[in-house]
Every structure is written in C-alpha cells, then in structure tokens.
C-alpha cells in the first residue's frame, strides 16, 4: 500500500476512535515517509488515547526532530509526565517554553516542584509573571511555595544601604484617632519599636479629614522627620526603627505599598506591574495573620509616584513644602495619593519599603465618600484616566507574627537566591 494509502487509512480510523487500526497504520505511514512529521504526530496521538504514553511521547519527539514544531515539544512533556518519567517530561517542556509556548510554562514549574528543584520551579514562575503581568496564580504559586517551605530559617531582609541624605534625629508619628484603645495599642508599639530613638506620638484626636489633621499635626510635631500612618497597625520587624531610618537617608517618603504609576484615582488604580507592597491584614476578632504580597520585589522598591496612606514617612522639609490639601479632601480618602503624587511631580524621592513588617487591621472600603474624592481628584488631575487595573493581592495565612516574619524571610531567600 502506497503512503498515501497509509495516511488515508490512518487519518480515517483516527478520526472513527479506531485507535488500534490508526496506530498500525501510522506505524506503517511512518516507515514509508519518515521524514513526515504529520506520520510521527499521527502515531503519537494514536499510542496516547491508547495509553502507550512512553510510545506517544517518543513519536511526538520524532515529529519535532523531523520539522513539526514546537508544540510537538509541548505534548511530548505531557506525554513524558503521564508516562511518569518527569526529568524528560521536564526536558521537553523546557525547549516549549524556550521556543515560546507559554502553556509549557506552568506544567514545566511544576514538574520542578515535584522534583524538589524549588530554584527552578521559582525561576519559571517568575518567567511566566514577567511575560504576562496578570499570570496572577505564577506569583500566588511562589508564595505558597515560600510558606510551605520546611528549610533552615531564612536570614532577615538586608539593611538599606545608607544615603546622602542625614538620618532623622527626631521622628514624630502623626496620628488621627478616634479610639482611646488604638491609639494606646499604637503608642505602646512605636514605644517598644523606637526604645532607645528620639521619638514623639503625636495624636489628633479631633481631625474634621485627615488633611486636616495632619496638618494640624505637623504643627505640632518637632521631628525632622514625620510619619503620618493609621492608628491600626503594628510593626513587626525588631529593627524597623533603624529599617526606617535608613530609608529616609536614601528617600525622601517612604511607604508600605504604593505605585511606580500613577493612572487613575487611587494609589493601586493602575495594577500590575507597577504595584508593590508587602503588607500583613489581620482584622478585628481574626487570631491569625494574613500575609499579603503586591509584588515579589523587596526589600524596597524605588522610583514610586504614590504612596498608600497606612504608613507614609516623609523628611520634613518636603512635606513642610508639598502640604496636604484639606480644601479639595476634607474627608478621609485620596489624601495619601493627592500628597505623595505631588511630591513625585516636585521630583521627590518616592520609595516603598516592603521589609517593615507592617501589619494592618483593615482592608479599606470604596465607599460613597470615596467616590466622591476619586471624582474631586479626577477633576484635580484630568491627564489621569486610565483603565483601572486589578490589584492583585497574593496571600497566605500565618499563625503568629514570628511565622509572618519567617514567610517574609523565606520569600526574599527564595527569590534572590
């Protein structure tokens, strides 16, 4: 019977799930026209719905030495994984995802995890979240990677280096608070953190917006540095006064999440990539810890227009000269974005500090208030009207804040390394 013959005969029991009759006759395809990738593709397909994977697998490796491209790389890795050999499953799928065939790329870091090459599987994941922005689950992969980690404890997030600029000689925290315990919990806490460092709490207790009483309360304050934050938070890592205080020779506003765009009426509004911020949620009533990722980047992400308004430190100098708009927001939204983006376009040094540990007891609203100061900052800035994207929040749950730490620990390991 002639080749053509062959392919006819093959084609049609194929296609009629004669699957036997096709793999004979593809067999018999392939020795009269070896140089056919359709032959080897044909019997491969055939030896797979017949589960002779190991057959399958070298067919489609045949039908891509002979021309058929790289897709057949990409079913040969499946084919090699069902056959349960994975180190050529992972060879397979490695020349897929080199010449361009992004669905190797997640069985192919997989197959790395079930290998126990947790480097390489990382490596991938990064990959796939580098060529696509919204590879969301790559990232979400990593982090419960890190957190499922059962290594030697990871070494603390590097020191920042020092700047040029002279380390603050007295940091005053600005805070507005409506609730005696918080705002006794908060003092309590910078109390501990900042022992030993000049250092001042400074509470407004009656702000009408937060514009306002910040204002009010750099006034008051003496610092040569202030940190305007939220009375809900904590701060975990033991040395986050030196931390903060290193960042602020190198920045001149430092924060735990912020943006390197700013597109929109909201410090997140323009999503991935540009969003950053390693930021621990742990709502009121909850007794564990949700550890919370915008990006793999740290321990600090320089370059950002805007900083989110839970925890914002600022040389004195620039908020004294940049100032908070308490005309435009009188209530209690856009401030942080409106103050830290002016300061980016008054060529400010803008950073976000991902190794604080800050842990915050709220995951904010979008309100009607807030719509109603996402318009007033729309009127404000009119060249920003970007689509919004999505903020992406990558997460695990932790017991005790010296797990969140250890996780914080692991992830920075397991990305630099």
């Not at 290998?115 to 599987?121: V, Y």
């Not at 507005?176 to 900042?194: E, G």
């Not at 695990?396 to 010296?402: E, F, L, Y």
Request: proline share 5%; hydrophobic share 45%.
């Amino acid at each position: 019977m002639s080749a053509a013959a062959e392919m006819k005969d093959a084609l049609a029991a194929y296609r009629e799930g004669r699957y036997a009759d096709s793999l004979a006759s593809a067999r018999r395809w392939v020795s009269a026209q070896p140089a056919d990738p359709d032959a080897h593709r044909l019997l491969a397909q055939s030896a797979f719905r017949l589960h002779d994977h190991r057959l399958a697998a070298t067919a489609f490796e045949a039908a891509e030495r002979v021309g058929g491209g790289v897709a057949c790389a990409f079913n040969a890795g499946n084919a090699w994984s069902a056959a349960g050999d994975h180190p050529r499953a992972i060879e397979a799928w490695t020349r897929a995802w080199r010449a361009g065939v992004a669905a190797a790329a997640t069985p192919l870091a997989r197959a790395f995890v079930a290998a126990g090459d947790l480097r390489a599987a990382v490596r991938t994941y990064r990959e796939i979240a580098q060529r696509d922005a919204t590879a969301y689950d790559a990232v979400q992969a990593i982090v419960t990677l890190a957190d499922a980690e059962d290594a030697e404890p990871a070494p603390a997030l590097p020191l920042p280096q020092a700047g040029s600029f002279a380390p603050p000689s007295l940091l005053s925290f600005v805070v507005c608070s409506i609730d005696a315990v918080k705002l006794a919990a908060f003092s309590s806490m910078v109390a501990q953190r900042w022992a030993g460092r000049a250092h001042e709490v400074v509470p407004i207790t009656d702000a009408r917006s937060l514009c306002e009483g910040y204002l009010r309360g750099l006034a008051k304050s003496r610092g040569d540095a202030v940190v305007f934050c939220h009375d809900d938070i904590d701060l975990l890592a033991p040395d986050v006064a030196e931390r903060v205080a290193l960042h602020l020779t190198s920045h001149e506003l430092v924060g735990a999440a912020g943006t390197t765009r700013v597109s929109g009426p909201a410090v997140l509004w323009s999503g991935h990539p540009w969003i950053h911020g390693w930021v621990t949620h742990r709502l009121p009533g909850e007794a564990d810890y949700e550890p919370s990722f915008l990006s793999l980047e740290a321990p600090v992400v320089p370059g950002a227009q805007a900083l989110d308004g839970v925890f914002i430190a600022c040389r004195r100098e620039v908020v004294e000269r940049i100032g908070f708009d308490a005309r435009t927001f009188d209530g209690f939204h856009l401030y942080d974005l409106d103050f830290t983006y002016r300061a980016f376009l008054d060529g400010r040094r803008l950073a976000v500090a991902c190794d604080l540990g800050l842990v915050h007891a709220s995951k904010g609203r979008f309100d009607i208030a807030w719509h109603r100061d996402a318009e007033r900052f729309r009127r404000k800035f009119p060249a920003l009207s970007g689509a919004r994207g999505a903020p992406h929040w990558y997460a695990v749950r932790a017991p005790a804040a010296d797990a969140v730490l250890a996780l914080q620990r692991r992830l920075y390991r397991m990305v630099t390394d």
